[in-house]
């Protein structure tokens, strides 16, 4: 693995914002020495990982573009918007609704839903439906697990997500280039595969507010708007739920999402990608080259009529 060049967040980050991280470290169980300095507040920062895998021999992505180059419309839809405008997002205390079908239908605090949970890296690639690319280590753990916990009735078929909306802290959502609140689905068993993850962090540190701070959606073999961030709401439902991009243009955009390079966007190839860092141009893999894994929840339906 490539060893990227990192910048600690504390460098690159407001002082309050890097504040905010502590009080999230502090709450999710990080011992954090009251007057710790100098590399001992950068040790204490650090996400108690404890399990480290990854899909790749690609070099990971450095940082500094993982965290600059963004889509987060309800901050400006430039890719430089996020990074710029998202830094005051209040992400802690957040809670999480969960509501639906579930018998343990809750209002979620964040370090609830964190409290005993193991904390994994899982270096991903990541697949931009507008042909870019990267490889990003995640910090987060499965959404398996969290589903497990409030407990789906039979009747549970698919699983809603809804992004924050708030136009006093996202100046993005004054303007109708989407229809807000932002919202992502998946059928229940992509949300129980095990490669689903909700992240929390990102190299090792907490997830930036850009990235979808404080809690975020990763579906590898899917294009990266399917990795909806800072999540409020988790909805257990009967019926193929909305989603944003399809809502926005449904000939461009559908519910599956899922990587396929045999299949033209309208308006562009999905045979190649550019990897953010990389001049040549990559072959775009099939499911994002996660095949093996997902190619089976497929089965016997027609990927170019159900994208
Ligand atoms: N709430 C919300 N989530 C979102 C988006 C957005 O605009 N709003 N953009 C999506 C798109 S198009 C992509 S490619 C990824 C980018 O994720 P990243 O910034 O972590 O790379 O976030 C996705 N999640
Ligand atoms: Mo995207």
Redesign the pocket.
């Known amino acids: 693995m490539s060893k990227a060049p990192h910048i600690p967040a504390s460098e690159i980050t407001p002082r309050t914002t890097y504040l905010r991280r502590r009080e999230f470290l502090s709450s999710i169980g990080v011992a954090l020495t009251a007057l710790a300095t100098g590399r001992e507040a950068l040790a204490a920062e650090r996400l108690p990982i404890v399990r480290k895998t990854s899909t790749t021999d690609d070099p990971l992505t450095p940082y500094n573009a993982?965290t600059t180059?963004?889509?987060?419309?309800?901050f400006g839809i430039d890719k430089d918007a996020?990074s710029m405008f998202a830094g005051n997002l209040k992400t802690e205390p957040w809670t999480v609704a969960v509501e639906g079908e579930c018998n343990k239908k809750a209002a979620w605090h964040l370090e609830d839903m964190l409290k005993g949970q193991t904390l994994e890296e899982r270096i991903y690639r990541?697949r931009?439906?507008?042909a870019w690319s990267?490889v990003?280590p995640w910090n987060g753990f499965p959404l398996a697990d969290f589903i497990k916990k409030c407990e789906p009735t039979p009747k549970a078929k698919f699983v809603e997500f809804t992004?924050l909306y708030d136009p006093k802290q996202m100046p993005g959502v004054r303007s109708p280039v989407?229809r807000w609140?932002?919202v992502?689905g998946l059928r229940l068993d992509e949300a129980m595969h095990p490669l689903t993850i909700l992240a929390v962090g990102l190299y090792g540190e907490v997830v930036p507010n850009?990235?979808?701070a404080p809690l975020?959606l990763v579906v590898p073999w899917k294009?990266?708007?399917?990795?909806?961030?800072?999540i409020v709401r988790i909805s257990l439902t009967d019926k193929e739920p909305p989603t944003?991009?399809k809502n926005a243009n449904a000939r461009e955009y559908g519910f599956y999402s899922n990587v396929n390079p045999a299949v033209d966007h309208p308006r562009w190839t999905q045979k190649q990608e550019r990897r953010i860092g990389e001049f040549r141009r990559r072959p775009t893999l099939p499911f994002n080259g996660y095949g093996d894994e997902v190619a089976s929840l497929y089965t016997g339906m027609d990927l170019t009529r159900e994208f």
């Open positions: 993982v180059y963004n889509n987060f419309y309800e996020p990541h931009c439906v507008e990267m990003i992004t989407l609140p932002y992502e850009q990235n979808g975020r294009y990266g708007f399917k990795g909806i961030k800072s944003t991009w």
